[in-house]
Each structure stands twice: as structure tokens, then as C-alpha cells.
């Protein structure tokens, strides 16, 4: 493919504006990239914005405007402090009512961790056990991807032992601040088979807004908008849970891995401690990539690494060691605010 | 119309970040309007980012997903100083090579007012004139206009010496800081007659990205990115400059408004100031809202602002006194950063 073959930019990126004091990033990308003279746009949805950014560039190729679009999500973050870094993505919650009153992203999903942990009767030590497994797990996976951030082992214990952030949330229980960038290119599915020998296929996907205000919100312990847009993909796609061979789920907390895979309905709604602590659940192959947690999230990156992933785990892309046999359906989560945007792609391998 | 009727919202928005300090606003425009689980996303093109908010809104709708769509452009601008308002514009243009320089938006257009003066040979008083000639204009419109931010008449002598903000430009010549919204409902054109008595129906639009950086800019007296838009706009309508009965033009500056003017192919290259000190100027109805100039320039408002316009002239709705005679055709003009991204809509009345 040539620089010439795409038509239109789409740039998903959430606050560029604060962590490098550039607006109209989409513009920068296409300069950058020596795109010239091509409609280019950027979306911004919280920490979903790459995924919302991949949405438009759907619409922008289904509604017969385009043929090629380039999909990119980035966010370079480690400008700032670590401290200010958690300041700016505190602006992706309620900065009225709740940021004004000094919580950040750690402190709302302690409260989501605290909430799932009373609705569904567990021990401190239940919870703490369950946090781990996953952290574990997606560092297991991490570890075997050579572009993860965090891409190191860890043990239960060490992961136990790690340093409170907002209780009960420790240090390895939270995704790291990274820099980072991710790109796909879509076509319409008749072109598909012209433009690459491996095409993938978006079968379907959903994409729901709840409550910005947490303090609002009926619970916290599960993802309304994540049962939606996991209803719409499932609906339109015609695929069901069951055909899926791996996902791709946002846990930028650990806590976040379990209310997405139990409102995307993977797990029964509270159970998933009895597949979390079985060791078949790394066989299910959730977070392949190492996730948010080791893998990194770079805001705008996210969304659409998962989709990078997805597409070259059907490829047979990915490292050897982290390979699912012979995919043919993966699922991507993306998730904006505490549980606010909420975005779902089903893929199937189209060849 | 009902709220539940709305199936998707769209917000045009440049920097809240830096303006209000909130991130995510996209999800922070369904919960202020109380509309419940639908798909939302922000939209961000600098100065344009209400017209390109407008533009994904389209495509939903012409992808087949959705049926009604709300668009909202909005800035609130007025939290901060005017010299912090005028640092975060700067974030529009590029940051690394330009805004590190300390130029700002003022100064940009000021080169391309000087690069206008010395392609077509102006003398400085040639050029004030004009340049003044736009603001009495806009000023004359916009004081009819009773949601116009400085919608007070001026005068050429007034314009000719107000305060030199960036030589040769004036107090006159600038757009005010200004907090705003505007919004519209958008739907398929075979629905439109069961939304609305009076539909106003969407011919066309074009989109171009030109370079980021004004100093490769091959120059700065016309915008390339606004005449192809231009040309895509006409050609996909298939109406033609001759049909339009008025336009909304992006006068952030007054230089602009003639730039914008010669590259629409709306006047001659070099020969706007034949038209523009003419007094029939004023009947083509060049912002007949004031434009930028008098009504304001909300970033993320004004291009959706525009469309507002364009819609209330064809239904006749707007203050007597300024009143297109039975306009049948409009065109929208909406630019990000310094000739940048550039956007052309054109409208048709459907009723």
C-alpha cells in the first residue's frame, strides 16, 4: 500500500492537549506522516478514545465516503509527572462533583473493587487472592510481548505485597503511565481481499454511554454500558460468546478485567473468582497481549492495540509462546471513565 | 421531538481541558441533557471542531446506523484570562517548530494579511480599508442578531484605529473570546419530513487537512484546503456558486474572510476589495449572523453555530432586519488552525 491509498486520518487520542501542549493532533499526524491532503479528524472518549476513534473511521467507510481510512491511537505521557500524569486523567471523570472533591482513577476503582467485593459477600483475602491471579496472568502474557511496557513476571506474593495505591488497589492491581502509539488500516469488505492477503473482519459492534457521575450511578460492581455494547456486538454480528477464541479487555485496574468479563458476559455476574483461580482460565486467553496492566496504556493507544493484537493473533503474528491455536473470533473491550464509554468490536478471521 | 428519540450525540469541542479543566466532556454533554444510554463522542479539528463533529454525525447517519443524531458545538472560554485563552489557541497551530517560536493566532494571520497586501500589491491603506470594511460589515449584521456577543455597530474610522494588536491587524479585525453552544438534529433526508415541518436538507461537503506548519506552507494568501473543500462540496451537490443566495465564511480575522472568500471561488483571486468596498457587498449576504467577528467565535460552537444560521435563514426565523429574501441555497465555512482543516457544507431549503 502507498501513502496515496489512504483517503482520511482518524486519530484517537485523549488529552494531548495536557500532556504535550498540542491541540489538533490529527492535523500533526498527517503533517508527520507526509499525508497530504486528506480529511483527517481526532476523537476523543476518555481512555476509550482510540476505540471511539476506530468507530468514526467505520462510519466514514459504511457510509460510502471512503475506502481506506488510517486508524491511529496515541498518547505521550511521560512528559509530565507521574503525579500530573494522574492529575490530567482524572479529568476523564466527573470534575464537578467528584474530581473537585479530589478523587482520581485509582481511588474510583478502589470503590468499584469495594463494591464488587460487598455485593458479592467476599473476604479481604478472597478479593486480594483473585486482584493477584489476574495481575499475574497478564504479566505472564506481557512478559512473552516484546513491545509491553511491564513486560515482566510477577508472583502472587510479590503482587500481595506491593504497595497500597487506593485500598484495596496496590501497585500491581494498576496499569503503568506509558507512551505509546498503534495503528490499523480498514476497508470495505469487498476490498478487503485486494488490499491485504489476511483480511480481518469487523462482524460487529457496540458502543454506550452511562452516567458520567459515578455517585449516581445504580452500582458500581458492573458495567451497564459494557452489557450493552456487548448485547449490540454480539446482536449484530451474529456470533455468540461461545465462538469466541480470545479478548482483549480493559483492565486498566485489575478489579476492571473481572466487572468486563462479567458484564460482557463471559463469566456469570460474581463468579468469576471460580474461573480466575482455576488455571485453565490462561487457556481462555483474555489479555494476550499482557492487557493494560503489563502490556501499558497509553490512553489513546489502547483501543486500538487491542485491535492490533486481535488481528495479529488471527494472523499468527504474535510471538510463538503467547499464539491462540488457529483463531477465528477474538473480542475487544475498551472502556472510557470509570465505567462511562463503553465500546465492543467482535472480529472473525477473514481468510 | 422526544430525548428518547435521540439516537446518538456528537460534541464539537477544542480544548476543555485547558478551558475547563474536564476531559471526557462528550459523556458530560448526554448527562447535563439527561440522555440516557446512547453512544456519544467528542470530536476535536481546532477552530473547526464543531463543523467536523457535524461531519462524523453525517456518516453515522449514512452508514445506516443511525437515524436521529444530536450535533452540539461548545467552548467555554471565559474561566481564563484572555492571555491564557490566547496560549491555549496557540495549542491549534504547531507547537514544536511555531508556538515554541511564541507566535499565536493573531500573528499568524497577520503574515497572511502581509503576505496578502504584497501578492496583489496593496497599499497599507488599501489593505486597512478593506480589513475595516469586513468588521463595519459583520458589526452591521451582528447587531440585528441578538445572540451576537459584540453586537454593537462600528464604524471604518473606529476600525481604522483601534489598538494594533499584530501589524497590519487591529483590535477590529480580531474575533472575541467568547463561552457558546449551538446544536442541530440530524436524520436521513427520506425521514426528514416527519421531524420537521420545514427540513433543510445537507447537498454536500468537502474536507481537507492542508500542512500543519505555516512555514512550509507554499503560501499565505490563499487556502488550498478551502478550495478543494470547495470543489469537493460543489461537485457532490452538483449546485454551483451562482445558486448560493448567502454563506457563513470562518472571519476569525478579517484577512480571513477575504481569504476564505477568493479560495470558495466565491470572488476572484486579489480582487475581493472590487466587491468588499463596494456597498452591494452587503446584500450578498457574507455572515449575515455577525460571523465570527461580531457574533463570536466559541471554537468548538462555531461551526455548528454556522449551520444554525444557515438553517434559521431558509426557514425565516432570524431578526427581521437581516433576513435573506427567500434563500434557497447556503454554504458553511469552517477552518482549524491557520488555514489547516477545512470544512464546506452546503445546504438546500427542503421545503
Not at 109 to 137: P, Q, T
Not at 229 to 254: G, K, M, P, Q, W
Amino acid at each position: 500500500m502507498e501513502k496515496n491509498d489512504i483517503d482520511s486520518l482518524y486519530l484517537g487520542s485523549f488529552s494531548p492537549e495536557k500532556f504535550i501542549n498540542q491541540g489538533h493532533t490529527s492535523a500533526l499526524a498527517s503533517f508527520s506522516l507526509g499525508l497530504e491532503n486528506i480529511p483527517t479528524a481526532r476523537v476523543e472518549s476518555a481512555c476509550s478514545s482510540g476505540a471511539a476513534a476506530f468507530k468514526e473511521a467505520v462510519f466514514s467507510v459504511s457510509s460510502g465516503k471512503h475506502d481506506i481510512v488510517l486508524v491511529i491511537g496515541a498518547e505521550k505521557m511521560t512528559d509530565v509527572s507521574t503525579t500530573r500524569a494522574t492529575e490530567i486523567l482524572s479529568t476523564a471523570g466527573d470534575m464537578i462533583h467528584e474530581g473537585s472533591c479530589g478523587v482520581t482513577f485509582p481511588g474510583l476503582f478502589a470503590m468499584m473493587a469495594n463494591s464488587y467485593k460487598k455485593e458479592y459477600d467476599l473476604g479481604e483475602e478472597d478479593l486480594r487472592n483473585i486482584l493477584s491471579s489476574i495481575a499475574v496472568k497478564n504479566h505472564e502474557s506481557g512478559s512473552k510481548n516484546e513491545k509491553a511496557h511491564l513486560n515482566h513476571k510477577i508472583t502472587v506474593e510479590g503482587a500481595n505485597n506491593s504497595r497500597l495505591v487506593a485500598s484495596p488497589l496496590r501497585l500491581a492491581d494498576c496499569s503503568p503511565i506509558s507512551d505509546g502509539a498503534a495503528s490499523v488500516v480498514i476497508c470495505p469488505s469487498e476490498m478487503a481481499q485486494d488490499v491485504h492477503d489476511e483480511p480481518v473482519n469487523l462482524e460487529g459492534f457496540g458502543h454506550f454511554t452511562d452516567l458520567l457521575p459515578v455517585h449516581l450511578r445504580e452500582n458500581l460492581y458492573r458495567s451497564e454500558a459494557t452489557q450493552k455494547a456487548a448485547d449490540e456486538a454480539f446482536r449484530v454480528s451474529d456470533i455468540t460468546r461461545e465462538n469466541l477464541d480470545f479478548l482483549e479487555v480493559h483492565d486498566c485496574f485489575t478489579i476492571n478485567e473481572i466487572i468486563a468479563l462479567e458484564s460482557l458476559g463471559i463469566f456469570e455476574e460474581g463468579k468469576s473468582a471460580e474461573y480466575i483461580l482455576n488455571e485453565d482460565f490462561r487457556n481462555f486467553r483474555v489479555n494476550s497481549s499482557g492487557g493494560l496492566k503489563s502490556k501499558g496504556h497509553p490512553i489513546g493507544a489502547t483501543g486500538v492495540g487491542q485491535i492490533v493484537e486481535c488481528v495479529s493473533q488471527m494472523r499468527g503474528e504474535v510471538e510463538n509462546s503467547r499464539q491462540v491455536e488457529d483463531p477465528e473470533y477474538g473480542l475487544t473491550h475498551n472502556m472510557g471513565g470509570a465505567a462511562v464509554s463503553c465500546f465492543v468490536n467482535i472480529f472473525s478471521r477473514g481468510f
